[in-house]
């Protein structure tokens, strides 16, 4: 990319040769548009609430990793690190007051990991499923799809805008909305088990498996209304540890990392 002018040809040059790169790097990779699932809890660190900045940071370096290959990628990001409508609810909250109050936890971080993309160079966009416009852009589906074509990431927040929801569901629908190849789930594990790893020692790790043995084994992968619409669109989801440096590029590289769930 040495061509740097005024002249409008220059110009329209240098961005079909942006447009090429960003072609030619894509096709290596496995997966060509990623949806990225967040917790909440991931962004605390070691922290007991909040958000830790060193996490969020680590976070961007990441997706930064695979946004320089060319990989389209839309967030959803959870709110338990702030808060969670039924938490409220069993302090005798009600629970749609709590689960808007959830949803506006994960705008908070959205609005934090989009910080720290945009720290990192990345351009992002803040999208909504309720009304922020002051902060974000309302969600409208061709308008994020344009953004992911244009190389900008998409940070879905609010989740799905409806209470008795999670940000599970919301990653789901999302990602089958925008087209994506797959839901990333960053966890703190590295995959599913056939029994809780920090239980039982001799738990043995899924390298894939299918949705109908996840249900028959009574494995706990997402929520069963996320799981079901994954399930149902034949969405594959990847649980992965986010922790681990690498791991994000080594799955949109095609490494077997983490479990994948298919049809
Ligand atoms: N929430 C909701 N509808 C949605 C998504 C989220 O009501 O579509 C609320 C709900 O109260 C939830 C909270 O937002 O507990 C935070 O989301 P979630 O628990 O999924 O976050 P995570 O566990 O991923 O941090």
């Known amino acids: 990319?040495?061509?740097?002018?005024?002249?409008?040809?220059?110009?329209?040059?240098?961005?079909?040769?942006?447009?090429?790169?960003?072609?030619?790097?894509?096709?290596?990779?496995?997966?060509?548009?990623?949806?990225l699932k967040l917790s909440g809890e991931a962004l605390m660190g070691d922290r007991q609430y909040g958000i830790d900045p060193k996490r969020l940071a680590e976070y961007a370096d990441e997706i930064?990793?695979?946004?320089?290959k060319g990989v389209e990628i839309a967030i959803v990001i959870g709110g338990g690190n702030i808060f969670r409508g039924i938490a409220g609810a069993s302090n005798g909250m009600d629970r749609v007051q709590g689960d808007y109050m959830g949803m506006l936890a994960t705008v908070i971080n959205g609005m934090a990991l989009q910080g720290a993309l945009e720290d990192?160079?990345?351009?992002?966009?803040?999208?909504?499923?309720?009304?922020?416009?002051?902060?974000?852009?309302?969600?409208?589906?061709?308008?994020?799809?344009?953004?992911?074509?244009?190389?900008?990431?998409?940070?879905?927040?609010?989740?799905?805008?409806?209470?008795?929801?999670?940000?599970?569901?919301?990653?789901?629908?999302?990602?089958?909305?925008?087209?994506?190849?797959?839901?990333?789930?960053?966890?703190?594990?590295?995959?599913?088990y056939d029994a809780d790893p920090e239980k039982n020692p001799n738990a043995v790790k899924f390298e894939s498996i299918t949705f109908d043995d996840v249900i028959k084994k009574g494995l706990n992968v997402m929520d069963s209304t996320a799981f079901t619409l994954s399930q149902e669109n034949a969405l594959p989801i990847v649980v992965f540890d986010m922790n681990k440096k690498g791991n994000l590029l080594k799955i949109c590289n095609g490494e077997n990392v983490g479990t994948v769930v298919k049809i």
């Open 1 to 35: 990319m040495t061509i740097v002018g005024q002249h409008s040809f220059c110009k329209y040059y240098k961005k079909r040769e942006y447009v090429y790169i960003c072609i030619t790097k894509n096709n290596m990779m496995k997966y060509k548009r990623i949806l």
């Open 64 to 68: 930064k990793d695979i946004h320089d």
């Open 120 to 192: 990192k160079g990345m351009l992002t966009r803040l999208q909504t499923a309720l009304k922020i416009e002051a902060i974000a852009e309302p969600y409208i589906k061709r308008r994020a799809v344009r953004h992911l074509e244009k190389g900008r990431i998409v940070i879905f927040g609010a989740g799905t805008g409806n209470p008795y929801f999670t940000t599970d569901t919301a990653a789901v629908l999302r990602g089958v909305e925008v087209h994506a190849d797959v839901i990333l789930k960053g966890t703190r594990v590295d995959g599913i």
